[in-house]
């Protein structure tokens, strides 16, 4: 108990240091999908920043292509709202070798 309390009592001083929080939460429904709490958080980080200004979306664009590198269309897939910030489409299928499946 107490566990979103605390998920929120986290939200000012991550935001005060100009950081971005974003949260899911684990829906019993969606149990049988992976990540689906991670998911639905960045789901809502993509629609935050697909919505807020340019340079905003341009930087964010720049950083995540620069940290995920090959793994965009597999993270595109997971999450299809990031196709809007990084503007790679989902990939009709996944290969992902070892290396890359021990980064996830």
Do not use: W, Y
């Amino acid at each position: 108990t107490g566990k979103t309390s605390l998920v929120l009592r986290m939200q000012k001083p991550i935001t005060d240091m100009g950081g971005v929080f974003i949260s899911g939460k684990f829906d019993r429904f969606r149990q049988m999908e992976p990540l689906s709490a991670i998911t639905a958080a960045f789901t809502g980080f993509c629609k935050q920043i697909a919505k807020g200004n340019m340079e905003k979306l341009h930087q964010t664009r720049n950083a995540i292509k620069e940290k995920v590198g090959s793994l965009s269309g597999f993270l595109v897939n997971l999450i299809p709202n990031l196709s809007q910030i990084i503007q790679i489409p989902a990939s009709t299928s996944l290969n992902v070798g070892g290396l890359e499946a021990q980064r996830i």
